[in-house]
């Protein structure tokens, strides 16, 4: 046997008489050898299969992921973008002030809803004295009644303790304005039923009495009624200031209030825009 097979093997490598016969025989096998190997071949297929879908999953998750972490940061540009169109509202506002300004933010309001304040990260050393006017992009916001070193209080034009000397931008009519409380609206006192006002009409500050910088706008008439038998009509106003939606407002200086700023205050913080 050994011999023969041997025999066999000289032959085949130096003949080809028996190339025939072995293709022959390799056909009648193949589809034995291919029935053998498919359950591997399925089995191999099948993993596949999950093995995709497993990454498709994780891809997607990944892919889910990637785009809630670009909408988040959407939004934040969105919320930047808006800050940025805040401010540019406000630098727009002092670059038409004649006088001397200084940048505050906003850091808190008061719990007490029956007093309409707000605390700023601007105080003495910043130059920042009492009954200091404050106005945003739209117009007076209010008065500092509470000076810190570092922070100051201001008192919104809302705030029933707030009274602001007004005039009628349309006839220069002197009125005085008081805050209304939690309706953060505007009320004009004493005013004859015979007086020349309108709805819509701008009023500003006057300026009288010192307690506020004249020529900013305070709010526009929004009601007027007239009670039969009274001598004063009853007239309410909206303020022009966001008084619950400015993050930023501008600390005003008169030319004869140039701020004294203490040592180790920020300069650079103070803004001096005069306009000619």
């Known amino acids: 046997m050994v011999l023969?097979?041997?025999?066999?093997?000289?032959?085949?490598?130096?003949?080809?008489?028996?190339?025939?016969?072995?293709?022959?025989?390799?056909?009648?096998?193949?589809?034995?050898?291919?029935?053998?190997?498919?359950?591997?071949?399925?089995?191999?297929m099948t993993e596949n299969v999950f093995a995709s879908r497993e990454y498709l999953q994780e891809r997607v998750l990944f892919l889910e992921g990637k785009v809630l972490v670009i909408e988040a940061e959407i939004q934040k540009m969105a919320s930047l973008a808006a800050e940025n169109n805040r401010l540019r509202q406000l630098l727009g506002s002092a670059a038409?002030?004649?006088?001397?300004?200084?940048?505050?933010?906003?850091?808190?309001?008061?719990?007490?809803?029956?007093?309409?304040?707000?605390?700023?990260?601007?105080?003495?050393?910043?130059?920042?004295?009492?009954?200091?006017?404050?106005?945003d992009s739209q117009g007076l916001l209010g008065q500092i009644i509470e000076v810190s070193d570092r922070y100051s209080r201001i008192m919104l034009v809302s705030d029933t303790n707030s009274f602001v000397p007004v005039s009628v931008a349309r006839n220069n009519l002197r009125l005085m304005l008081q805050g209304g409380g939690i309706?953060?609206?505007?009320?004009?006192?004493?005013v004859n039923?015979?007086?020349?006002?309108?709805?819509?009409?701008?009023?500003?500050?006057?300026?009288?009495?010192?307690?506020?910088?004249?020529?900013?706008p305070v709010g526009l008439i929004e009601k007027i009624e007239y009670v039969e038998?009274?001598?004063?009509?009853?007239?309410?106003?909206?303020?022009?200031?966001?008084?619950d939606r400015s993050?930023?407002?501008?600390?005003?200086?008169?030319?004869?209030?140039?701020?004294?700023?203490?040592?180790?205050?920020?300069?650079?913080?103070?803004?001096?825009?005069?306009?000619?």
């Open 229 to 243: 038998g009274k001598p004063f009509a009853a007239v309410t106003a909206l303020p022009s200031a966001k008084l």
């Open 183 to 190: 309706s953060r609206t505007l009320k004009l006192m004493h």
């Open 96 to 135: 038409k002030i004649q006088e001397d300004i200084l940048v505050a933010e906003v850091i808190g309001t008061d719990p007490n809803p029956m007093q309409q304040s707000v605390l700023i990260n601007k105080g003495r050393i910043h130059g920042v004295f009492e009954k200091q006017s404050v106005i």
């Open 247 to 276: 993050r930023y407002v501008l600390l005003v200086f008169s030319k004869s209030e140039k701020p004294v700023l203490s040592r180790g205050s920020i300069k650079s913080e103070f803004l001096a825009l005069e306009v000619e």
């Open 193 to 216: 039923a015979t007086a020349d006002i309108k709805i819509g009409d701008l009023l500003i500050s006057s300026g009288l009495g010192d307690r506020f910088l004249p020529g900013y």
């Open 4 to 44: 023969l097979s041997f025999v066999l093997l000289s032959t085949d490598r130096h003949a080809d008489f028996l190339d025939k016969p072995r293709f022959l025989i390799s056909s009648i096998l193949y589809p034995i050898h291919a029935t053998a190997n498919l359950p591997h071949k399925v089995i191999q």
